[in-house]
C-alpha cells in the first residue's frame, strides 16, 4: 500500500462511536473561523489521486500528483501557488496542499465566473485522458474541509459527503473533461447572527462545458481533449452558499460516513461471539488439565518422598512421569538467536504499545479529521518516545536468554526493525519520484525523519537498553540441565509450518472485517473513522493471539519439545501471513493496475505493513506463551 495515498483513518469520541459516527465530538484541536458575509474563504487544492475508475470501479493506479503537475495545465493562482505548512504526518500520508486561485466570498453566490484559458497539447491530452480514465480525483480543501461529492447510501439510505471529485468522466463512451466546477457551500450563522459565518460544508459538481465564445457564455456540448491535435479548454467556476442548520462542532459528521454499520456490527459480533467461545473453551480445558497435570505431579512427588525405600512405587511414579514435566530442565534454556528474537520482542512490544496508545487516543477524539494528519504525526512520536520501552524490553529479554554481545544488542534494537522500514519505504519512494508523483515523500521530510530517528528515538532507545542490562536477571522458576535433552519426533500437526497455520488463522479471523473496510478506506478515498470496532478488533486479535499461541505452547511442551520461544513468535506471528495474503486477494478483486511500478508499490507497502503486524503479533504470541511456562513450571516441585 502507498502511504502517500492513505485517506488517513481519524477518530471519534464516546462510547456512542461503536455504534455510528454521526454522534461525533471533538477536542479542541483547530479553532472555528468566523466570517462576515462578503469575506474571502480560502479554497485550497490539494492532490489529484486514483479513486475507482469510471468504467469498472476498480482501482488503476496508486500514484498521485501535485494539482499544478504540468500537463494538467489547471489555472494558477496569480504570481505562483504558494504551499501551506503541513504537519509531519499529513506530508507523510500524502497531503499536498497549495494555494489556489478560486475566489471565495462568504454568502456571495456566483453563477459563473471565468478563470483562464489552457491549451492541452497532444501529449498533455493523451495523458489527461488517461488520468480521467484511471478515476483520478481533485482534492480541494475549503475552510479545512475537504470537497467532495454527496453520496446517497444504498443500504443504510443516509446521505453523505465522500472527499473528492472527478476530474473528468466517462460518458457514452468517450472521455470527458471536467471544465466547470460549482462549489456548493454550505454555512451555518452562529447563534443566528448573520455577522458570525461559519463553513459547516463543501460540495462541488464538476460539468463540461464547450464554450462557444468567452467562458460563461454560450455552451455548445461537452469537452473531449483530443489526442491529435492542440485542444483548447475555458476553464470556469460558480459559487452557491446555503443556508445549514449543521453547527461546526458537528461539520466533520457527513464526510465520517460508517459504510453500513449492520454489517459491521453483525461481523464483529459474530467474531467475537466466535472468538470469545473459543479462548474460553481453550482455556477452560487448558486449566483443567494443567490441574490434573499438576495435581498428578505433586502427588507423585508426595509418595516419592514417603515410600524413598519402595522402588516399585518410584519406579510406577518415574513412569507416570511424562508430559510438560519431564522437559522442565530445558525449558528455559535461552533459545537459537537470541539476539534477533530479543530485538524483534523489543521492536514487538514498541509497536504494540504504540497502536494501542494512537487507537485509543483516536477513540477519545483526540485525533479528529480536522487537524490533517494528526494520526500519523502521534504514530511517529509515539513510536519514538516508545523506543525506550523498546530497549528496555530487548535487553532485559537479552539478558534473561543469557546473552553476551549486549553492545551488539543495545545498537540493533533501534536499528534493526526501523531500518527495515525505513529502507523499504526509501526504496519504494525511489519509484513514486521517478513517476514524478507527489505521493513521493519530499527529501527534506526525509531527512526529518532520519534526524528524528537518530537524534531522538536512537539515544532514548540507548537509555532504555542501559535500564534493562542494569535490572536484575529474570530468573526462571527450574534450574536447566546442561546436557540437553533429545526432543521426540513430534506429530505432524506440532511440526513449525503447521501450527504457524493452525495458530496465525484465528486472530486474523477478528480483524478480518476491519482490515477490509481499512483497505477500501485507503484505497477509495474515504475518510475511515471507525476507531470503536477498530479498538475491539485490537483487543480481541491480542486476546486471541495470546490465547492460542499459549495452547499450542501446552500440546508442544506435552510432546516433549521444548523449543517454544520461537514457535511462539512465529506462529502467532504468522497473522501477518495471512494479512498479506488479504491483501493479495483484495488486490485479485478491487485493483487492476498497469503497469510495474504499481504492482512494486502495492506488493512493497503490504508487504511492510505485514512486517509490522508480523512483530507486533508474534510478540504478543511470545511474552503469552512466556507468562504461562513460567507459571506453570513454578507451580510443579522439581528436584
Ligand atoms: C445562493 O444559491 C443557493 C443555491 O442555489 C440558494 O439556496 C441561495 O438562496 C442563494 N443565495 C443568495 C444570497 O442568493
Redesign the pocket.
Known amino acids: 500500500m502507498k502511504a502517500s495515498n492513505f485517506a488517513v483513518p481519524r477518530a471519534l469520541l464516546s462510547l456512542l462511536a461503536f455504534s455510528s459516527s454521526a454522534t461525533a465530538f471533538y477536542l479542541p484541536g483547530v479553532a472555528p473561523t468566523s466570517y462576515k458575509p462578503g469575506d474571502s474563504v480560502p479554497l485550497y487544492v490539494n492532490n489529484v489521486k486514483p479513486v475507482a475508475a469510471p468504467g469498472d470501479s476498480l482501482i488503476h493506479s496508486v500514484t498521485s500528483y501535485d494539482y499544478y503537475y504540468a500537463p494538467f495545465h489547471y489555472c494558477r493562482p496569480e504570481g505562483q501557488p504558494k504551499r501551506i505548512a503541513e504537519s509531519l504526518g499529513s506530508i507523510l500520508f500524502g497531503d499536498r496542499i497549495l494555494t489556489s486561485p478560486f475566489e471565495l466570498d462568504m ?1 456571495k ?1 456566483e453563477t459563473c465566473k471565468s478563470l483562464c484559458t489552457s491549451e492541452y497539447e497532444r501529449s498533455a491530452a493523451a495523458w489527461v485522458n488517461r488520468r480521467i480514465a484511471q478515476g483520478y480525483n481533485l482534492n480541494w480543501i475549503v475552510d479545512g474541509l475537504p470537497a467532495g461529492q454527496e453520496f446517497r447510501d444504498p443500504i443504510t439510505d443516509t446521505k453523505f459527503y465522500s472527499p473528492g471529485f472527478l476530474m473528468g468522466n466517462l460518458q457514452d463512451g468517450q472521455l470527458v473533461f471536467y471544465n466547470h466546477y460549482d462549489i456548493i457551500i454550505d454555512y451555518h450563522e452562529v447563534n443566528g447572527n448573520p455577522n458570525e459565518l461559519r463553513v459547516v460544508g463543501a460540495r462541488v459538481n464538476p460539468s463540461s462545458r464547450k464554450y462557444s465564445g468567452d467562458a460563461c457564455g454560450d455552451v455548445t456540448g461537452t469537452i473531449h481533449l483530443d489526442e491529435k491535435s492542440i485542444s483548447t479548454v475555458k476553464f470556469s467556476y460558480g459559487v ?3 443556508k445549514s442548520n449543521t453547527a461546526w462542532a458537528t461539520r466533520w459528521d457527513k464526510y465520517l460516513h460508517v459504510f453500513d454499520p449492520k454489517i459491521q456490527w453483525f461481523f464483529l459480533v459474530n467474531t467475537a461471539v466466535i472468538d470469545v467461545f473459543l479462548v474460553l473453551t481453550v482455556t477452560s480445558i487448558l486449566f483443567r488439565a494443567l490441574k490434573k497435570d499438576i495435581a498428578r505431579y505433586n502427588r507423585l512427588d508426595q509418595i516419592n518422598l514417603d515410600d524413598l525405600s519402595s522402588t516399585s512405587v518410584l519406579d510406577e511414579g518415574v513412569q507416570e512421569d511424562s508430559g510438560w514435566k519431564l522437559v522442565h530442565g530445558d525449558v528455559f534454556r535461552s533459545p537459537s538467536h537470541p539476539l534477533v528474537l530479543s530485538v524483534m520482542l523489543g521492536s514487538g512490544v514498541q509497536l504494540f504499545v504504540m497502536f494501542g496508545f494512537t487507537i485509543v487516543l483516536a477513540l477519545m477524539g483526540f485525533l479528529s479529521p480536522s487537524n490533517r494528519g494528526s494520526l500519523g504525526t502521534i504514530t511517529i512520536l509515539s513510536y519514538t518516545i516508545l523506543s525506550t520501552l523498546g530497549g528496555y524490553t530487548s535487553a532485559r529479554v537479552y539478558k534473561s536468554m543469557g546473552g553476551e554481545k549486549w553492545k551488539t544488542n543495545i545498537l540493533f534494537t533501534p536499528l534493526l526493525v526501523p531500518g527495515v522500514v525505513f529502507s523499504v519505504f526509501f526504496v519504494l519512494n525511489l519509484f513514486l519520484w521517478a513517476k514524478q508523483s507527489s505521493g513521493a515523500v519530499p527529501f527534506t521530510t526525509m531527512l526529518v525523519i532520519v534526524g528524528i530517528w537518530f537524534v531522538i528515538s536512537v539515544p532514548l532507545s540507548f537509555a532504555g537498553s542501559w535500564l534493562g542490562f542494569k535490572a536484575s536477571m529474570i530468573q526462571s522458576p527450574v534450574k536447566t540441565n546442561q546436557i540437553p535433552r533429545q526432543i521426540p519426533f513430534a506429530p505432524s500437526y506440532l511440526r513449525l509450518l503447521p501450527t504457524m497455520l493452525e495458530v496465525g488463522i484465528l486472530p486474523f479471523l477478528a480483524i478480518l472485517v476491519e482490515l477490509y473496510f481499512i483497505l477500501t478506506s485507503f484505497w477509495f478515498n474515504k475518510i475511515y473513522y471507525m476507531f470503536g470496532f477498530l479498538f475491539l478488533c485490537y483487543t480481541l486479535m491480542i486476546v486471541t493471539s495470546a490465547a492460542v499461541t499459549v495452547l499450542m505452547v501446552y500440546h508442544l511442551l506435552c510432546a516433549e519439545n521444548y523449543n517454544w520461544q520461537w514457535r511462539a513468535f512465529l506462529s502467532s506471528g504468522m497473522t501477518a501471513g495471512y494479512v498479506f495474503l488479504t491483501m493479495l486477494v483484495y488486490w485479485l478483486y478491487n485493483i487492476k493496475l498497469g503497469g510495474l511500478a504499481g504492482s512494486v508499490l502495492y506488493l512493497g507497502y503490504s508487504a511492510l505493513i505485514s512486517f509490522l503486524i508480523f512483530i507486533l503479533t508474534g510478540s504478543v504470541g511470545y511474552f503469552a506463551s512466556w507468562w504461562f511456562v513460567r507459571k506453570i513450571y513454578s507451580s510443579i516441585k522439581v528436584d
Open positions: 454568502a453566490n452557491y452558499w446555503k
